[in-house]
């Protein structure tokens, strides 16, 4: 199944701790000093969001939503606990889509489960949870087309396809290779106008289609701080380059060595080791290549149904978020010019990039155990904190200054909770700590018990986390 905590988190916990407690010395206190200009967090909407998964919850033998009469016992669960919506996974990271679509394949069929045959998913699934007075948004993979640990997808149905828009990436030794040989999964180049249009057009395609109630983008993103190093990124980056800093030297530059000289391997994740001369550069290009998305992708949804709401899930680890090309911040907040948390990486205007104010809802993926920073000794003394749930919760409302709505959400299943109660101390904190409320991942964890650590049904942690 999918796992929302992408593997830059493995690389930099270690480190996340090292760099708060560097900070708790320093002036402001790990971000508690300086000057805060974040409005004040007063709004508790307390909405409890469920993500489902099409691959975990439709085409595995865990999961129950590929029957209909399966789909309304749970959601009749779901009502029963405490849920107000849904996040409906309605293209995965094969390109394909749970609908019938113009633009991509439609999921039928994996490993021989399938669907209710002659029944519209998306479409049952809406008309269930607006019976029971459920939101429902749906979810799109948006930047990845291809499942490596199948083999199946866009990048391996369509060659031309794959050779145009594959994620070229750098392994540990600098050589460019396509980013399926190296194992993960099918990332496509986000700078591609036809990669970006393509995921438009399904976009637009939901909302034109589905009385969904709103569209949250999962994966819009770089795959990782490797990519992505085509020869079509380069020539995009040298002409930043000349129209943004009037560099006329850019054509000659070495590529990628003058953003990446040489790079290392740390708990399996490819990181630079040297940097070169244009690497903050090159991470500010690559945040603008997303915010200009975003703000064409909520354009699109709007012009077709202006009341709809458009959203994101990303990881809630904004201190190395920048990793995978994304700025989630609001363009109030500038991460140069921080005095209070410092951030290294971070090139003047890179606040121009921030796209909060182009979202109607943030998910956050807050997926720690840790719940207070006063259970770590480490983290007791600091304010903001990327790897624990209260801190990395005041760290994001730092950074966006509350512009958007914020859901907070915990990994039920993957995480290794010590007990239910500690679920549910977990959803109570994030529901009185946020303006949007909790998503919870993924609701096969609540029903299947073999799908989460704990191998128990998780239905009586939910319902007494929600509860006030």
Known sequence: MKLHVPVIVLAALVLSLTLSCKKSSSPGGGGTGGSDSTKLDTARHRNVLVWIDCRANVYSNSGRFNDTNKIKLVMDTMQN????????????????????????????????????????????????????????????????????SRGMGTLYDDAAFRSDYESIVCDVNGNRVPITSTGRNG????????????????????????????????????????????????????????????????????????????????????????????????????????????????????????????????????????????????????????????????????????????????????????IMLSENSATANLKYHWWSIEGSLNGIKYVTKNKVPLYGSIDMGNLSWSSKSEITRAIKYILNNTSGGIMLFDVVHAYAPETNMLKQPLWDAIAEGIKK
């Open 81 to 148: 606990v405490g849920v107000t919506g849904l996040v409906l996974d309605v293209k995965g990271s094969a390109g394909y889509t749970m609908y019938p679509s113009a633009y991509a394949k439609q999921y039928t069929s994996i490993g021989g489960i399938s669907f209710t045959p002659n029944v519209d998913y998306v479409e049952f699934m809406i008309r269930e949870a607006h019976k029971r007075n459920f939101k429902i948004y749906a979810s799109t993979v948006t930047f990845v087309e291809g499942d490596a």
């Open 187 to 370: 990332f496509v180049n986000p700078a591609q106008p036809a990669v970006q249009e393509r995921a438009l057009n399904i976009v637009k395609e939901i909302a034109t289609k589905y009385n969904v109630d709103g569209i949250i983008l999962d994966y819009a993103r770089y795959a990782d701080i490797y990519a992505d190093f085509s020869d079509f990124s380069k020539a995009k980056f040298i002409e930043f380059l000349k129209e943004r800093f009037n560099d006329a030297g850019a054509a000659t530059m070495k590529f990628p060595g003058d953003i990446v000289a040489s790079w290392k391997t740390s708990s399996g994740v490819v990181l630079p080791n040297t940097t070169g001369k244009y690497y903050q550069k090159w991470l500010l290009y690559r945040s603008s290549v997303i915010y200009d998305f975003f703000k064409r992708a909520r354009a699109a949804v709007k012009a077709i149904k202006p009341n709809i709401s458009f959203g994101v899930y990303v990881g809630a680890w904004y201190g190395s978020y920048y990793q995978v090309g994304v700025n989630w911040a609001s363009q109030e907040y500038d991460p140069f010019s921080d005095q209070a948390i410092r951030f290294d990486w971070a090139y003047p205007k890179y606040n121009e990039t921030g796209y909060a104010e182009q979202l109607d809802i943030l998910m956050t993926g807050n997926y720690f155990t840790q």
